[in-house]
């Protein structure tokens, strides 16, 4: 029986504790005095390795990223984070030492990081480079942009951005390599793709598509790959 046999049937609703667990014994951290207590003090140069410029290392970082997550808020708070990816190089487009803009392509348009950053324009990015434990980290002050001359500059396949993300940097600092080292990710002998579903039939479970199974594997085929930068 494959993994997908297995998971073709939908789950059991989960019962009421397991949905609203009991959080009466928690011991919650609400001060940072109690954070500290439990984390301790950063080291100084936690602090001191904050930079707002671009060095000519970070823009060897930038164009080496194929890919980078988004963080947003909306004006209430809440968050979104969100991947994006395109070959190294074509990413992010260096305006100049504060200013990176990223490329857009043809997506789901529910556009939610996008949404926020018109009502909120603080965004964080995290710039990660294939087989690397160390990543860049940007936060800053975000705008979208609909055209530019730049965007020349980011075709991808013959295909301009639908839009750019231009992030005028606050801080930019590179983070340690802890998280991928315990996590082993870029160790293949811990890659299990196989042990979940595959996507149509996560899709088919999941999110009422109105698609039979059929017709979510070809879409999930090879037209979803050649539509990548044609919407």
Same mark, same amino acid.
Request: hydrophobic share 35%; glycine share 8%; charged share 25%.
């Given at each position: $029986?494959?993994?997908? #046999?297995?998971?073709?049937?939908? @789950?059991?609703t ?6 609203h @667990?009991?959080?009466s014994?928690?011991t919650?951290i609400? #001060?940072? !005095? ?8 950063? =080291?100084?140069? !936690? +602090?001191?390795?904050?930079r707002?410029?671009?060095?000519g290392?970070?823009? #060897? +970082? ?10 947003t808020? #909306? ?10 990816g395109? @070959? ?5 487009h ?5 200013? &990176?803009?990223l ?11 996008y949404?926020n ?13 294939p087989?690397?434990?160390d990543?860049?980290r &940007?936060n800053?002050r ?11 500059d $980011? ?6 951005p639908?839009?750019a993300v231009?992030v005028?940097?606050? =801080? &930019? ?5 802890k ?6 990710? /870029? =160790?293949?002998?811990? /890659? ?18 109105? $698609?039979?199974?059929? =017709? ?16």
């Amino acid at each position: $029986m494959t993994t997908d #046999d297995r998971n073709a049937a939908h @789950p059991t609703t989960a019962d009421s504790d397991t949905l609203h @667990p009991d959080t009466s014994a928690y011991t919650e951290i609400t #001060d940072v !005095a109690a954070l500290t207590e439990v984390l301790g003090d950063a =080291q100084p140069r !936690a +602090w001191t390795k904050e930079r707002t410029e671009l060095t000519g290392i970070d823009r #060897d +970082w930038l164009a080496a990223s194929p890919f980078c997550f988004l963080a947003t808020a #909306d004006s209430d708070g809440r968050c979104d984070v969100s991947p994006k990816g395109d @070959p190294a190089g074509r990413l992010v487009h260096v305006l100049d030492d504060r200013t &990176i803009a990223l490329a857009e392509r043809p997506g789901n348009r529910r556009a939610d990081g996008y949404r926020n950053i018109l009502t909120n324009p603080h965004v964080g990015l995290n710039f990660i480079v294939p087989g690397r434990g160390d990543t860049l980290r &940007i936060n800053g002050r975000a705008r979208l942009v609909r055209d530019a001359p730049f965007f020349a500059d $980011m075709v991808v396949k013959g295909h301009r951005p639908v839009l750019a993300v231009v992030v005028h940097i606050e =801080q &930019i600092f590179f983070h340690c390599s802890k998280a991928f080292l315990r996590s082993g990710l /870029w =160790q293949p002998e811990s /890659w299990h793709p196989g042990d979940l579903p595959r996507r149509a039939v996560i899709a088919d479970r999941v999110e009422n598509t109105g $698609m039979t199974l059929g =017709q979510l594997d070809e879409h999930y085929g090879e037209r979803y790959r050649e539509k990548l930068y044609r919407g």
